[in-house]
């Protein structure tokens, strides 16, 4: 489990779990799917990040760009090109994947306050 209860192994967040009325099934919401990958890294939770960001990258459109949301097989639904779910890959992709290392982490922040951060995809737990 991570720290919002979730299986460690569960990339797609949702924002509703309810029927909303319209008919259709509600797709995942790619940017708190990515949140939720990267948000507990800085504190030492990496238990399976580097695998739920794999999943997410891999939802992708033919032009490796992101809609709104996605559907469990990877059809993209929403919005498209969506910039803030892009920008929320980033973020994930520069989140400090030696989170057990203080030093790491605080250099992590100060470049990433200057925009000198390098994209990179979070080690899991144990990974090299």
């Not at 509703?16 to 319209?22: H, I, L, S, V």
């Not at 790619?30 to 939720?36: A, G, N």
Request: proline fraction near 6%; charge should be negative.
């Amino acid at each position: 489990m991570d720290v919002y209860g979730h299986s460690s192994d569960a990339a797609l967040s949702y924002r509703e779990a309810t029927d909303d009325g319209t008919g259709t099934p509600e797709g995942a919401f790619l940017l708190r799917s990515f949140d939720m990958v990267s948000a507990p890294v800085p504190a030492g939770r990496t238990g399976g990040a580097g695998r739920r960001f794999d999943r997410l990258c891999a939802n992708t459109g033919e032009l490796v760009l992101h809609a709104e949301e996605t559907a469990p097989d990877g059809t993209q639904l929403g919005n498209f090109p969506q910039a803030f779910t892009r920008v929320a890959l980033i973020e994930t992709a520069v989140s400090p994947d030696a989170a057990g290392d203080g030093k790491a982490l605080h250099a992590w922040a100060r470049d990433r306050s200057t925009g000198q951060s390098r994209p990179r995809r979070p080690r899991d737990e144990g990974e090299e």
